[in-house]
T-cell receptor
Framework: DSGVTQTPKHLITATGQRVTLRCSPRSGDLSVYWYQQSLDQGLQFLIQYYNGEERAKGNILERFSAQQFPDLHSELNLSSLELGDSALYFC?????????????????FGSGTRLTVV | DQQVKQNSPSLSVQEGRISILNCDYTNSMFDYFLWYKKYPAEGPTFLISISSIKDKNEDGRFTVFLNKSAKHLSLHIVPSQPGDSAVYFCAASDGSNYQLIWGAGTKLIIKP
């Protein structure tokens, strides 16, 4: 158990629908990152939140949005779903934005949510 | 624009031999590099890292080499074991916003 909890583990939904993925970061971690891994693709950075505020944005579609709540958990909202949105969605957390947390850069990943759009 | 490239989607190596996974980057501002390992249905886990002030870092069976002039790094696993079969991701950061830029991954298969 990495300490980063993602729910649900699996999600099957129809095109055009909206889903919400949830991430609880490791205790004490202030930053949350969302990544998408499509079939046979690398990890695509979507968005980062730090202590409730958006810190950085990657290749996130306008149909997607995220937020981080006061208790530091984060939700990724995916709407108007398309078949191509089927992917593994990973959340990672780190204590601070930076590398001063040791050799692993402070990043810890959750086990992911597998989204299947049919 | 892929700033971090892992050009080999997969690699098959005999158990006990050396596995060499390669990673190239284009951004000369990258100053910290990491390797992550990922098993199916699990999130990536940290394996080893290297700062740009070094050219080699070793941790047990795993060694990462950095060639800054060639903008190339490699991960050596010696000896390779069946449990090493996984997808390996290379990641880099320029420290400006501490984002990690990821490669596409290389699937390593260790044959018995």
């Amino acid at each position: 158990d990495s300490g980063v909890t993602q729910t649900p583990k699996h999600l099957i939904t129809a095109t055009g629908q909206r889903v919400t993925l949830r991430c609880s970061p490791r205790s004490g971690d202030l930053s949350v990152y969302w990544y998408q891994q499509s079939l046979d693709q690398g990890l695509q950075f979507l968005i980062q939140y730090y202590n409730g505020e958006e810190r950085a944005k990657g290749n996130i579609l306008e149909r997607f949005s995220a937020q981080q709540f006061p208790d530091l958990h984060s939700e990724l909202n995916l709407s108007s779903l398309e078949l191509g949105d089927s992917a593994l969605y990973f959340c990672a957390s780190s204590a601070e934005v930076g590398r001063d947390l040791g050799p692993d850069y402070g990043y810890t990943f959750g086990s992911g949510t597998r989204l299947t759009v049919v | 624009d892929q700033q971090v490239k892992q050009n080999s989607p997969s690699l098959s190596v005999q158990e006990g031999r050396i596995s060499i996974l390669n990673c190239d980057y284009t951004n000369s501002m990258f100053d910290y590099f990491l390797w992550y390992k990922k098993y199916p249905a699990e999130g990536p886990t940290f394996l080893i890292s290297i700062s740009s002030i070094k050219d080699k870092n070793e941790d047990g069976r795993f060694t990462v080499f950095l060639n800054k002039s060639a903008k190339h790094l490699s991960l050596h696993i010696v000896p390779s074991q069946p449990g090493d079969s996984a997808v390996y991701f290379c990641a880099a950061s320029d420290g400006s916003n501490y984002q990690l830029i990821w490669g596409a991954g290389t699937k390593l298969i260790i044959k018995p």
